[in-house]
């Protein structure tokens, strides 16, 4: 039965919720708060902590299409990518989670419904495994679905045994497997789904999670045993379109057709040709959908992936003929092919498209780059006679240059040379090491893990919307993250209370401060903080008596500080559109910070703006305040939000009911922070700086309100200084400054002019007291206290006067001693300025040195500048 990907995508979600599952949309690529990992690589991962207990939804059941990426692993490594049918980088999973409610028999009973009935699979092609040890499991395939035995398989830990990590939960397995059939090639006695021989396609994994495993390996049952399954919508999709491949599914028929269009090559004539394409299919999915995600391409991390990704792709166009950027038009292609299901894309479309040609741009000049580099070792090599590039070289070309291994083998292979594959690994090896490394996660797993207790039992309720004070129970307190009953005067506590005015920091806005009042107590609180989703943490300081866990306290914001932040962060959200308008939409908002005395925001965008594009956006905003739009706030589902327009934020993780907070006709935002009740209370916006952060991406500071009127304030009571100073109106302050500025350039002329003739007075005087050695003219004397030019200017000038002759200049100045000596053209034969100055330095204690006819010297001894002299003397003498 032929059916569309989105027809499956569709059915998939609907029979779960039919079933009370809550569907939840696709989180970002880029997991949140979770360093450990590169790319959100499976459904569950946006659970994970729903999963460990650390954090609670308002549902037990969950059915989601989640948009995945896997670049290495075990079946993954980025290299087998098109040349199998199945590996894919980006792919999408489809899953049924339950936490801690349902379990196997719901798993195993639901899955072969929807398989069987709504999907119309042969029961009789289905085949099913199971961990070794788990009966329940195999009993289950075999009473309650009635799987005949020859087609249920009892398997080891490497197939059937699922783990979160090294510890936390685990558990057994049960995989569906499609049977083509006994075929030919299967050398093995005993076929089971973990032969490769090509019999069987696991389509869907239901992963039973039942214990919890500690560090010293032992595993003890879980209270409540949760439900993860994942099935990849293009192998599904491959089997129910009854297609050889994923590459042969509907949802890479479109971008199929455009690489076709674009190499003018057809697909299935040529085998090779076959590989690049699905290669630059594959990738351009994850270009898409990386970049739509804020990824941007770079040296390290994500950006390295999302950069190798490109190179590749464009290496196997040149390989299909094609030698220009034309990845962004097969992305173009991939926008419309996933735009239904992630709308989110076609907002970002011109932004994704225009970052991959432009990357694409950067590539092909670096590829020209790395041919010449690529020739000169090549010269180099049959130069030393030597038939085998290094392992280094190689690897540098692939490094720097994108220079993919086999390319750099093939070019060699023509001129009889090949490669150093080992010293390549060496170094590759090397490479993957640091990479690891720069991925290890930090985390403290004791808090967490106490975090995680206290968010399984207690949840806070965030009445902060619309009240800055209320009454409420203390829950917990934590004291040096142990739990504790009392907290003494003095100490620094986390409180945990039923519910709070206060709002915890998220989205880029910080946490409330104020005051936590007991009977007998005062906490002054500093900071609030949500370790989990529905669990709010305030961090402060008993100042006053003690706080007992079950006392009743009274909650008070700071509201002046948050009355500041709300105008901050609502001002974020003119920035934001102010930007869209005047740069355009690929301007995008890549992260902010919003607290009571600053705002900052970053977003896309590569060239820095000129202050004409800095007032247009200022002078927006501020036009809006002034119109006091009021806000309207809703809650609606996420894809409902996107499609009336509503903008998203790169890397924001949003649940799939979303609050959507608009001002006036010309802002709408997905957004969980506190705003302003009307533009109006933003008062006043103020850019303060804008500068670049990373590659292409820029950041505004501006202060919004009171804090951007100190700041006026402050600017104008400089100005009013300057003017007092000046003794002329603000107004004219820059003109009379000019004029100040051209008044002194010309008294340094004049200071220059007179010191000049000092000089040449000075040096008269000093050609009269000239004695005469051996024949030459000889002026040695002490100058009044002159720096290193001028000692220069003097030599100069004596020389000049005496026409024949030799000049040595000693100054003193703080206690050091500075020497200038030169000699005139004619004597050049029988003195050189820099010998003579080597002698006489070391008398002054000191070192010299200089051309023949002029040198310097330093020294730090002036009691024995006349010794100097003396030896001048001398050595005039004794020459
Ligand atoms: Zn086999
Ligand atoms: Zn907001």
Known sequence: MARSSSEIREAFLRFFEAKGHRIVASASLVPE????????????????????????????????????????????????????????????????????????????????????????????????????????????????IGLPEERLFRLGEDENFWSMGETGPCGPCAEIHIDFGVNGRCRSAHCDPSCDCGRWLEIWNLVFMQFNRDAAGNMTPLPKPSIDTGASLERLASVLQGVPSNFDTDLFRGIMDRIQEISKIERGTNAEHDVSMNVIADHARALVFLIGDGVIPGNEGRGYVLRRLLRRAARHGVLLGVERPFLFSVGDAVIDEMASAYPELRERRAYVTDRIRREEEHFLETLSKGLVRLEEDIAELEASGSKVLSGEAVFKLYDTYGFPVDLTADILAGRNLEIDEVGFDTAMTAQRQRARAAWKGSGDERVAEIYGRLAADIRTRFRGYSELSGTSTVRALLVDGERREVAACGEAVEVVVAETPFYAESGGQVGDRG????????????????????????????????????????????????????????????????????????????????????????????????????????????????????????EMPYAEAIESGAVAIFNEKYGDVVRVVQFGDFSTELCGGTHAAATGEIGLLKILSESGIASGVRRIEALTGLGARNHLRRQENALKTASELLRVPVADVPARIEKLLEDRRAADREIERLQSAQRGEASKDLTRD??????????????????????????????????????????????????????????????????????????????????????????????????????????????
């Open 33 to 144: 708060g979770d360093p450990t990992l590169l790319f959100t690589n499976a459904g569950m991962v946006p659970f994970k902590n729903v999963f460990l207990g650390a954090e609670t939804r308002e549902y037990v059941r969950a059915v989601t299409s989640q948009k995945c990426m896997r670049v290495s692993g075990k079946h993954n490594d980025l290299e087998n990518v098109g040349h199998t049918p199945r590996h894919n980088t980006f792919f999408e999973m489809l899953g049924n989670f339950s936490f801690g409610d349902y379990f196997k028999g719901e798993a195993v009973e639901y899955s072969w419904e929807l398989l069987t009935e709504r999907f119309g699979i042969d029961p009789a092609r289905l085949a099913a495994s199971v961990f070794r040890e788990d009966d329940e499991a195999y009993e289950l395939w075999r009473e309650k």
């Open 515 to 634: 005051t936590l009042r007991v009977p007998g107590g005062v906490v002054e609180i500093s900071d609030t903080q949500r370790p989990a989703l529905e669990l709010v943490v305030h961090r402060g300081v008993v100042t006053a008596g003690e706080l007992r866990v079950g006392a009743e306290a009274e909650l008070a914001v700071d509201a002046d500080a948050r009355a500041a932040t709300v105008r901050n962060h609502s001002g974020t959200h003119l920035l934001h559109a102010a930007l869209r308008s005047v740069l355009g939409s690929q301007a995008m908002q890549k992260g902010s910070l919003v607290g009571p005395d600053r705002l900052r925001f970053d977003f896309t965008h590569d060239a820095p703006l000129d202050d004409g594009e800095i007032e247009a956006i200022e002078d927006l905003a501020n036009l809006w305040i002034e119109r006091n739009a009021p806000a309207r706030v809703r």
């Open 770 to 879: 000239a004695k005469r050695i051996s024949g030459v003219r000889v002026v040695a004397a002490r100058v009044a206290s002159a720096g290193a030019k001028d000692l220069r200017a003097m030599v100069d000038d004596l020389r000049s006067r005496l026409a024949s002759g030799i000049v040595l200049l000693a100054a003193e100045r703080d206690g050091q001693v500075s020497l200038a000596l030169g000699v005139t053209q004619d004597l050049s034969d029988r003195f050189r300025a820099g010998d003579l100055i080597r002698e006489i330095a070391t008398v002054v204690g000191g070192k010299g040195g200089g051309r023949p006819d002029f040198a310097q010297a330093g020294g730090s001894d002036p009691s024995k500048i006349d010794e100097a002299f003396e030896r001048l003397d001398a050595l005039i003498a004794g020459s």
